[in-house]
């Protein structure tokens, strides 16, 4: 069974920090020839790309977090993490990763595709003002 377990989220004041976790298990190939997403959604809002990180470790930041997230993972832990900085109450949301043996091209980069992925159940983020 595969599981992607996220971690890592809470509640804090605007202009903390917080770094999730999402360990995966279970996979049918190798962790690192997975596509490893962040994605998040606000209450009445779409789903939003955040980041991106490939086996070898090139990455993808959505621009409105650029300068204040970073993505990177361990393929020896099967985890991905997102280092998040200067938290602003517009990153409230529940956040949640996928792996995905294909990738799919955005205008702000790449991100796992949906064909074939795993999604986890989430870690909530809340940004207080």
């Known amino acids: 069974e595969v599981k992607l377990v996220e971690s890592g989220g809470g509640v804090v004041q605007a202009g903390g920090s917080l770094k999730l976790s999402c360990a995966a298990s279970g996979l049918d190939l190798w962790f690192s020839n997975y596509y490893m997403s962040w994605f998040r959604q606000a209450p009445g809002k779409e789903r939003e790309r955040v980041a991106a990180?490939?086996?070898?470790?090139?990455?993808t930041i959505t621009r409105s977090v650029e300068d204040r997230f970073t993505v990177s993972r361990d393929n020896a832990k099967n985890t991905l993490y997102l280092q998040m900085n200067s938290l602003k109450p517009e990153d409230t949301a529940m956040y949640y990763c996928?792996?995905?043996?294909?990738?799919?091209?955005?205008?702000?980069?790449?991100?796992?595709?949906?064909?074939?992925?795993?999604w986890g159940q989430g870690t909530q983020v809340t940004v207080s003002s």
């Open positions: 996928a792996a995905g043996p294909t990738w799919q091209l955005y205008p702000d980069g790449f991100y796992c595709g949906a064909n074939g992925a795993y």
């Open positions: 990180a490939d086996g070898a470790g090139k990455t």
